[in-house]
């Protein structure tokens, strides 16, 4: 490592357009050390990117829903959607970190916004047509596909509790060794479901950090959970909780609790919102406990996209300026 | 984009045997702008081709139907249609934009119709000898069939909700990432169907715009979709209809609502005009309600190849006139 | 083409141990235009073998009964047939156009009689030890072993019907794919036979029509049916005959069929005489039944090699003569 | 080959955009009987476009010079041509056959000309900066950048007489197979050179019509040679001229012979105007020879891309209109 | 091998179009024990083919000289062998036991002559417009060609005595390897020739006779070699011919040595003719040496494709003539 002395920069004459990572995202990015330089890169890409550059806090836009859940569903509530460029333009112009969607949203605006935001390529997709209660994602991308694209990270999702989990598991290895060997960084979206765990059990705490624990042992960079709630599912894990006197009353006790359960805060781990809510303070709430639980920042989709763009660029800064401590 | 002005071209003084690409057809093409010169080559082929040539409307001839659904009940009642040639000529004579059939029936014509109407290799077939609710075709061609055969695009049917979709969506992944590497076009028949869709749902209008933006997030630049009815089929679509008022009464708003679905119609999709129809008139009719909705066109198999070749000619003729707008 | 003035021969003078294909034989390679000259030797040769050379007939001996029905069922009616150079003997003797075989018994004569008769590797067998509804056959030879062994080309199973068809339709593209790119022709059997086939479904005119027509567009030079029965196994189906009138009453009629069905006569179709028959008349009224509707020949397996070698080929000879015009 | 009545097309009624390949092209396609669907389409794609479309004639536009001899020599002449979008606009105005250009020219506007002409990839090319008795020219494309591209054809320049001739035989070997089996078409530029070979050698009447049997018999679709002059360079060749009384007295006798040294014309042999013409009636006057030899056509760069397009334009025409017989 | 005596066949009875293989074919192909089925195939096929089918024989017609010696020398003397088919035609109207040339002339007319003469694609060429004393002839053809265009054999120059000759060992021994593999013979020019070589060495006993041996060692099943003088070039070499008393005296004598170094007659080796011979008895003469010498046959090109046709066809039938022992 370089020693800070050696930097002795005056960055008050650093140029327009000169990108210096701060020290926070330094740190960060040491926590990736076997990882080579050009993983690093496409973290660095992205955490020094869009309004929340160098705070080591990361905002998000994923655009699946269409395919997860059909577009009148996902783009009747603001049409503008339904155009792929339209999703790109509100990620750039609210300062999101990076822009993650299916192979066919990136491939419709890669080209036209080339350089302009971190793109995250979404390897695998689940429709609703067919639904099953242990869900297999259908791969609908590749690395190779990531790079043509310009991406700086493959995303994938598991579904730990599905009985179908370890197909899951043996995907995200085999992409996630050519991603990382290609240069590209690996985001993995960790959602707890399957017939052997309740609809209570999908958000509860113990499923939610031991879902980000397997993210983070499967190798991922970057993991995204659901906001936990108190509820235990496991009685197993109930006793250690008990036991040990594991604090998970708060929105930002649980957060803590998830990102330590992410090695230690060693991997940068950001929560979903869920569906659109109806109030936005109550998004911004969670914001906060997100902040207050150390946790890096929010992935937010559908209370982003569903409403019209100055109220989704609003709500999205107003998100931000909470993370990089502008307002409380 | 090379400047309009920057072509400054005579073009009434343009050579017999020259293509130009119409203002449309660059604007179609400038959608693809993922896709490599390859890719928009045999996008502007077919564009390019046949009687709706510049218009940006296409008319596909396909003849699966002898593996689909058998000789007899396909060619029975216009015999001349066992012939593997008929179908090039009758694409040819009848100015369509391009001609779709599995292996054998290009293998039996593609050197004697050498470079004389844009062929499309149907990937994948299924036969009723042995049917399922959940259906999966089978691999029936290859990325190097199609080259070898001289084709603009692979063709590929997918069916939304069955069983085995996951399956289906892999494979054209694979085959769609080949053939965009080799310079193809890839064209993709989204047929909703399976165990979990009832039999009205699998033209529900909330259905098919999901198919159709399946098949675009899949990376398809064309595709193929059944006219939709005004049913409903999902809960939670039924929803998102009523409370955004999307307008679906008339086809030629469900047309608008799927080529909407289709990336705001910056993917081009066609309609299949399904069983012969002894009314000529509502054919005619379906194509004023996918030109008045902003779609792109039909294909049309049965309705053409199951009558003789003169008045086959007559109908899609008359179906390209309302296309290319030459009559109301 | 080579018009046939220019090649103007003085036909009388061919020297002994030359070889011209006919008219005829050129009109039917004619058909398979897409294929590389390879293939087209093959198929020259077949034609150009035997007592039916240049007449554009084939009679094939196929002995792959030892592996589908036992030794004992196969051979015991005539112990000669345990050894495999019988079976070469037979077929060389008689004249027929090629034989067709497993790997083993091909490996254990095709040194002996090396460049005497064309071979057709049999690729995939089935036995009755364990016997399904819905079967699959074991590959059991390959392209490669095809080459060692010098043969003319590679033949499949398909059993359109069964749930596993898709299996063996992905099979043999990838197969017929490799043995086209290296000069090899492909033979494919299409027993129609599964869950959903009654027994006499899988001689019925529609069922075997449809197989033809399967097995064409999977790409096959050559088509094995068996002889249809004026039975109607699909109701879709029986419309179309009745409402199309399609003449099937006579054996002769619906082997036309059939031919028709296979890309109307321009894909080689030969018929199977299935079990052993008392009354040899039988068979020859087949045979004249099949020249009748504009078959290409017959593949004759029990009915040859379980009787003594000079009353098979006498069998055979006027099995030929029948296609040969011979006698009538 | 489908006979032409088979056909029965009323083609007075072929619709705009429609292509018909004339006699005269099917005649020129069935030369190429080895090849696959996918290399006559090419083929049929070149003979059917431009201004000489449907003739058997073919004008392409070359520009290699840039590359080979630098840009102030070749584009200072007149400037526009250092914009590569240029070349593909002279091409499409003047409707040639197609444009042929090394892999930066033409992946700067292949995308922008999508489909509008056929294209060519050089995929070698030499500079001289370092030049030598006995070149050997980069490998500066490939078969999938000629693909990903969309181009009709490879080109390859061989020098026939350079020590490393073998070296070039090898590639063109390799790059030809691979570029058949995709389906891309094969043409070879037989410029004869080095260090046995006197300057005036290199147009020699043998020596150039030995360079043309030399690409032919490596398997070239399409050649072109130089227009050759009386000289004869080698003493064995001189014999057989003498001998057998060729005439090579005027220019059209020559071609003639170039003509029937490439597989007496069963090849299509296109020739090169070299350096620029001060007089455009030597051009002509060329071309009428090309003509009345019996060659396919020419290949010309400079004397097009060194003048203004309407004067470049004009003298295509004209040169079109020589070989069309629109003009004598 | 199987008994005479279980054929049982009564071959007056054979049928037209039965190929059976003479106790002397039989004999030969044993001399091929470790080859597989196809390779055997393949040699058994030329030499049951042609005039001389059964004997043991074989007369060859290659046409390399348009590569080798340029087209004016090679075809000016009968123009008619400028057209790649004229020399399929002569080989078949002659009954030649194989025509074997370059990729470029079996290409263009492998498909049209489809099985009716076995092929030898010649893998290597080598031109005179650069000649060096110790040549490296160029890679021209492939295995896989040779399998595409329905060849029976790969043909391979080796010049022992250039110092490249290793290279071309060890090409062929790659070549060879694959060939077989894909059960295709292998043909073996080997010819003499290097800076270390004098001009009447390339011909002389030892040299021809240690040619053979190297192709031999190498694996060819069929060698080629130049009739040999009674020079004897190497030093080494006389002290043996002298201790041991070889006869080569005679033509037929020095025949029966090169015979003698092939295994003792166990590799076909046959002999070429050379340049056209003004006196036709000359080159019968010829033939009876090789007749009575115990050789195998002729490689017969210039001095059969160099007059017209009938007196071609004459001649070649007078040669056959005299190695069938139908004339003395």
Same mark, same amino acid.
Not at 137 to 166: E, H, N
Not at 171 to 193: C, D, F, N
């Given at each position: ?179 990382? %060997?290609?240069?590209?960084?690996? /985001? #993995?979206? !960790?959602?707890?479901? +399957?017939?052997? =765990? ?5 958000? @509860? ?46 929105? %930002?006790?649980?957060?803590?609790? /998830? #990102?330590? !359960?992410?090695?230690? +805060?060693?991997? =940068? ?5 869920? @569906? ?53």
């Amino acid at each position: 490592m370089i020693p800070e002395s050696a930097l002795a920069m005056d960055k008050t004459a650093a140029p327009r357009g000169a990108v210096r990572s701060t020290p926070r995202v330094r740190e960060i990015l040491s926590w990736y050390s076997s990882d080579n330089p050009g993983v690093k890169s496409q973290l660095a890409r992205m955490l020094n990117h869009g309004a929340l550059a160098g705070t080591g806090k990361m905002v998000i836009l994923p655009v699946d829903q269409g395919f997860e859940h059909g577009p009148a569903r996902s783009f009747g509530p603001n049409p503008a959607g339904y155009d792929p460029r339209y999703h790109f333009e509100l990620a750039i112009e609210a300062g999101c970190s990076a822009y993650a969607a299916p192979l066919g949203f990136l491939e419709a605006g890669a080209a036209e916004f080339a350089g302009e935001i971190p793109l995250i390529l979404k390897l695998n997709n689940h429709d609703v047509l067919h639904d099953e209660k242990d869900p297999l994602s259908a791969l609908t991308g590749s690395v190779g596909a990531a790079l043509r694209l310009g991406c700086a990270a493959i995303g994938f999702t598991i579904y730990p509790g599905s009985s179908m989990a370890r197909q899951m598991y043996e995907q995200i290895r085999t992409l996630a060794e050519s991603a990382k %060997a290609h240069g590209l960084a690996v /985001v #993995v979206w !960790s959602y707890p479901r +399957g017939s052997e =765990i309740s609809k209570a059990g999908e958000t @509860a705490i113990d499923v939610v950090a031991y879902a980000a624990q397997i993210a983070a042992q499967l190798g991922a960079h970057l993991i995204k959970v659901k906001l936990p709630t108190a509820h235990i599912e496991q009685e197993e894990a109930r006793k250690a909780y008990e036991k040990n006197a594991i604090p998970i009353g708060t929105l %930002a006790e649980r957060v803590r609790h /998830v #990102v330590q !359960s992410s090695f230690d +805060g060693r991997r =940068i781990v950001i929560f979903s919102g869920g @569906a659109k809510k109806e109030n936005d303070e109550e998004v911004l709430n969670e914001a906060r406990a997100i902040r207050d639980g150390g946790g890096f920042g929010s992935i937010i989709g559908r209370n982003s996209f569903q409403r019209k763009k100055p109220e989704a660029v609003k709500l999205l800064r107003s998100i931000m300026n909470i993370y990089s401590g502008t307002t409380p």
